[in-house]
Structure formats: C-alpha cells, structure tokens
C-alpha cells in the first residue's frame, strides 16, 4: 500500500541534542512539507520540497534543517538550537503544490524533550 | 495576508445531532477550500475540498461543506453525528494568486457525546 511512514512514533531528546525525525514516501510525491503541531495553534509549515535537492523555509524554520536527496526521502533534524522542541511533528507529501492539492499526512513523531 | 477563522476552539454535539463546524477567511479573490479531519494521535486526512464549480461539496463519512462567496465562509456540515466523528478539524484555504501557500485554521476539537 503507498502511503507515508514516519519513524519514530515517540521520540525523547536531551536538552542539547539533535534528534532526526525520519518521512518516507512511497507515492511518487514530489513535493513533501514538514509541520509542527502545537494544541491550539494548527498546524505551522517548518519546511518544505518540491524536487529533489531543493528545498524552502517555512514560516518557522529556526532551529530545524532538512535535506532532500531522494525523492521518497525528507528528514527532519530538530537541533539544539530550537528552544522550544516539545511538539506533535507531521510530514506530508502532494502531487503537486499543496495549495491546490490534497496532501498524505504520517501519523506523526510526538517530540519530547527530557 | 489570508487569514482563516474557525470559530470555536471546541464544538460539543450529542449522538444524533446536526455537526456545523464554522470556517471563515480573508481573501477577497476566491481561494481554494479545504476541510481535513485528525484522529487521536494521526495525521489528516482530507475530508473534502472546493476548487471551482458547484459551491456545495460532498466529502467523505457523510460530511458537506458549501463556499458562500459573499460571506467567505466554508462552513462543514454533517446531518447527524456518529461517535466515530469525535476528532479534530482543520478548515485550511490557499491563494490562488500571490503566495499559493496554504493557510490553516486553528482547528475545532469535536467531541460526540452518547
């Protein structure tokens, strides 16, 4: 079945370390969107691709990298320098840009840190 | 810059009864509408959309939304409610013109009581 997989479920971080959250696609997708989740505020664009090796900020991108070397593949690395990293993380992937296309969504990383 | 409302952060219904989440926005120029649904611990999925045409759309499990230009309103509508809708929901709306980013709604949380 295609869909979008994101690993882990949980994820628990130190104060001060990078984590890696991974999205995968098996949809043939070229465009992939990483948003953060908090209660109350929906959801924010952190980053987002829509070919390979390029990629854009969003409207909160600090403290977040990504890399986009295949096309099934958009991690997410959350570092240190991201204050606040406690979150719901979500990826999601469309045929074409999100704004007149229905997006995939993962399940989702629940971001804790510890 | 758009803007989109969804008015009441959580929406109680009893089994049986008539579901109406509200969805305004802020462009005057006719955007593209979307309603998605999130599940405990999930990630959306898209209930249904408005692009162009019949302003009156059908989604998925029962579920309508009607765009009403002159109000810009997108509001989403179930005859009667099941427990299995108990969720939270996201009207999100995207420029055609200017950005053709997607904007979304702060979501409406929807408890069903029995």
């Known amino acids: 079945d295609g869909g979008i997989t994101q690993s882990p479920k949980y994820l628990f971080r130190k104060e001060g370390q990078n984590v890696t959250l991974s999205c995968e696609q098996n949809?043939?997708?070229?465009?992939m969107y990483w948003y953060r989740q908090d209660p109350g505020q929906g959801l924010r664009l952190i980053y987002y691709?829509?070919?390979?090796?390029?990629?854009q900020k969003g409207d909160i991108a600090e403290g977040y990298s990504v890399s986009r070397e295949k096309k099934e593949s958009f991690p997410l690395t959350v570092t240190s320098a991201q204050k606040n990293p406690t979150a719901f993380y979500l990826c999601?992937?469309?045929?074409?840009?999100?704004?007149?296309?229905?997006?995939?969504f993962g399940q989702g990383t629940r971001l804790t840190v510890v | 810059a758009q803007s989109v409302t969804q008015l009441g952060s959580h929406v109680s219904v009893s089994e049986g009864a008539l579901v109406l989440l509200r969805c305004n926005y802020s462009?005057?120029?006719?955007?593209?509408l979307f309603w998605y649904v999130q599940y405990p611990n999930q990630g959306l999925q898209l209930l249904l959309k408005?692009?162009?045409?019949a302003t009156l759309v059908k989604g998925i499990n029962g579920f309508e939304a009607e765009f009403k230009k002159s109000e810009t309103s997108f509001h989403l509508t179930k005859p009667s409610a099941h427990m299995s809708d108990a969720a939270e929901y996201f009207c999100?709306?995207?420029?055609?013109?200017?950005?053709?980013?997607?904007?979304w709604g702060q979501g409406t949380r929807l408890p069903i009581n029995p």
């Open positions: 408005y692009t162009t045409g």
């Open positions: 999601a992937s469309s045929i074409e840009e999100l704004w007149k296309a229905e997006a995939f």
């Open positions: 999100a709306v995207s420029e055609i013109q200017g950005s053709q980013m997607l904007v």
């Open positions: 462009s005057s120029v006719p955007p593209y």
């Open positions: 691709s829509q070919i390979v090796n390029d990629f």
């Open positions: 949809l043939n997708h070229d465009a």
